[in-house]
């Protein structure tokens, strides 16, 4: 079965400091991997994906994200994190015939401190 | 294009009580998702629909019934709610299930007492 793993649940940086989410996973084929933005009392917005080809990733806002299939891991990251990037941020998984169906993680709530 | 629509955005039932979400996309996407929120959990699946008429259970499909009669809409159905169905609900869909890449609406803030 897959899994999503977050070990954050809460990280707490100040603004222009850099960030990184930690995210990882089980799957049994090659994964899909996805990260996804909330901000309070919205839906999730897509910030980045991989399917396949070069393990770093580029997304929207800044952020980027590096697969690392040795590690099983997806780790997010931004160089330098603006007020703006408060928010909770999910880490998922799927692919293969599985229909389009997710597996997400618990989710990190990152709080940005003046 | 109004992408995701979700109604209603919040509710309060009474245990026992029956209600409807509603959910529509007007991308002409063929796959849709209904999942539930909830603190420290992050999203759990709970139906999804492949297309018109074809419907399958996700991980968490007890207490709940959903129908595709239209590629637009993918209503999900409480039936004899319970407080453990008090969640934050989001629909989803995507165009192609080859890229998983899901759209998703703003959610529907339900509590059952």
């Known amino acids: 079965a897959q899994s999503v793993t977050q070990p954050d649940i809460h990280i707490t940086v100040s603004e222009g400091a850099s960030l990184e989410l930690r995210c990882n996973y089980s799957?049994?084929?090659?994964?899909?991997l996805f990260w996804y933005v909330q901000s309070p009392g919205q839906g999730l917005q897509l910030l980045l994906k991989y399917f396949s080809g070069d393990t770093l990733v580029q997304g929207i806002k800044g952020f980027e994200a590096e697969f690392k299939r040795s590690q099983s891991s997806f780790n997010l990251r931004k160089p330098s994190v603006h007020w703006s990037d408060a928010a909770e941020y999910f880490c998922a998984v799927g692919g293969g015939t599985s229909y389009g169906k997710l597996t997400f993680g618990q989710g990190t709530i990152l709080t940005v401190h003046p | 294009n109004a992408g995701v629509t979700q109604t209603p955005k919040f509710r309060i039932l009474k245990i026992g009580q029956s209600m409807t979400l509603q959910c529509a996309q007007d991308m002409n996407h063929n796959y849709m998702y209904w999942y539930r929120q909830d603190p420290g959990m992050g999203l759990k699946l709970i139906y999804y629909s492949v297309g018109a008429g074809i419907t399958d259970k996700g991980e968490v499909p007890n207490g709940y019934n959903v129908s595709r009669s239209t590629t637009e809409d993918f209503p999900l159905r409480l039936e004899l709610a319970a407080p453990s169905q008090t969640s934050v609900y989001f629909c989803?869909?995507?165009?192609?299930?080859?890229?998983?890449?899901?759209?998703f609406g703003p959610g529907t803030r339900l509590t059952v007492t």
């Open positions: 799957y049994g084929a090659t994964p899909y």
């Open positions: 989803a869909s995507s165009p192609r299930v080859d890229r998983l890449e899901q759209y």
